[in-house]
């Protein structure tokens, strides 16, 4: 029979790994659900997301606590799984570390608001006021935070005999999200956040995905150990 601390160490992974199928589906409907209720006027292809949830966007709670707040902290149980499952040397570490940065990062971003959506009459680059500064700072730390954990984590999978199969989709991930901002920005369009969180979004759901695979793995690895 397994040891009271390897069974809460396991139920404690089993959480993380929900944790991590859970957080592209949270952000996917503060996103969609947050851009159904804007005006017509905002496009969910060509705006930021951050205007979801700027301070005079339709039902910015939609995009603020289910899209950023709940899936920042789904980002950083994955985190804290993956930390608890054995990261595979120095690339897994800074992986696993900048996906918790990047999970912060997320849900600060349902605090940090815009003073104003693009489409709003005389709005510039989001607002002046504190927020929207903070807002436009934390975007330029867990945006690369991302990409970092996405390229140092499939260069951890790559190490690991149990994990290797993960490693090809999440460089996929990590390539075509970078293609697609160098190849796509538009800064007379959104001033080029919006593409970039897009970008970083489809890293983050894939890189998600296979870290709960991870986290699920090494529990499953660990029952068996103590049978």
Known sequence: MPSIDRRRRNVLLRWCALGGLLAPITFLVGWVAGGVAQPDSYSLLDDQVSD???????QAWIYNQIGANLTGLLVAALACG???????GTAGKVGVTAL???GVGVFFDGWFRLDCRAIDAGCSAGGTSW???AHQI???ITVPAMFVAVFALARAFKKS???????????????????????GDDPHRDGGLGRRSR???RAHRVVCLAGAGVVSTAEDRWRRRAR
């Open 100 to 102: 918790a940065v990047a």
């Open 199 to 201: 970008e970083s979004c």
């Open 131 to 133: 927020h929207a500064t």
């Open 161 to 183: 005999e149990h994990w290797q199969n993960l490693r090809t989709p999440t460089l996929v991930a990590g390539f075509a999200s970078v293609a697609g901002i160098i190849g």
């Open 52 to 58: 979801l949830g700027a301070l005079t966007a339709d």
């Open 138 to 140: 934390e975007s330029l």
């Open 82 to 88: 993956l930390w608890r499952a054995g990261s595979s």
